[in-house]
């Protein structure tokens, strides 16, 4: 089972741009899908992008798609999620899972949540 840890996070002007990473463990990770969601205050946990296991595949939430960049390092067993031109609407923990590999689904896998990070974009 994939266990994840995310890093990244921080406060950030509207405009701004961050990184976030997940390191995660265990030897099959260059065979899962991963995806990155995000819970803002008093909302549900909601997707935000998803990577097929070798990279070549690629799926985004309207709300950042132009803007956000998913990516992976399997060697590294590293997801990462670029962030640019955040909004105050950005707000959110994010964290990162195991999705279902039909990317068109936008799931969780396996229900193995981390600690998530947190992202403040002030206005």
């Known amino acids: 089972q994939v266990q994840t840890v995310e890093s990244g996070g921080g406060l950030v002007e509207a405009g701004g741009s961050l990184r976030l990473s997940c390191a995660a463990s265990g030897r099959s990770f260059n065979s899962y899908a991963m995806g990155w969601f995000r819970q803002a205050p008093g909302k549900e946990r909601v997707f935000v992008a998803s990577i097929n296991w070798s990279g070549t595949a690629t799926k985004y939430a309207d709300s950042v798609k132009g803007r956000f960049t998913i990516s992976r390092d399997n060697g590294k067993n590293t997801v990462y999620l670029q962030m640019n031109s955040l909004k105050p609407e950005d707000t959110a923990v994010y964290y990162c899972?195991?999705?279902?590999?039909?990317?068109?689904?936008?799931?969780?896998?396996?229900?193995?949540w981390g600690q998530g990070t947190q992202v403040t974009v002030s206005a």
């Open positions: 899972v195991v999705v279902n590999p039909q990317l068109r689904i936008q799931r969780p896998l396996i229900d193995a």
